[in-house]
């Protein structure tokens, strides 16, 4: 079994948090004053779809592990965040 470094990356809007294959080990999502969304792609804003959830305005922070090794991500790993103050700290390696 092959381990790599663990890396974060913050976001708060869209954005690429690693342009390259990595692998998508997880994240933590504080939701915001409005409902929201966080998507997490591979390939960019029109990419394909990794990981999707909605948020509740004020709601609980929560997190989410992907299994394994994580999720493989060839082209790069795009995250879509919506929603007042919504904010993700991805983790990916």
Do not use: I
């Not at 990356?9 to 915001?32: M, Q």
């Not at 299994?67 to 007042?84: I, K, Q």
């Amino acid at each position: 079994m092959m381990q790599t470094d663990v890396k974060a990356g913050y976001v708060s809007a869209t954005a690429t948090v690693f342009n390259g294959r990595t692998r998508f080990k997880g994240l933590v999502v504080t939701p915001g004053s409005a409902t929201g969304t966080v998507v997490v792609r591979d390939g960019g804003a029109s990419g394909t779809t990794l990981f999707s959830t909605t948020t509740l305005a004020n709601g609980t922070p929560f997190a989410f592990t992907v299994p394994g090794e994580g999720a493989v991500c060839a082209t790069d790993l795009h995250v879509t965040v919506t929603g007042t103050a919504t904010t993700a700290t991805v983790f990916y390696g």
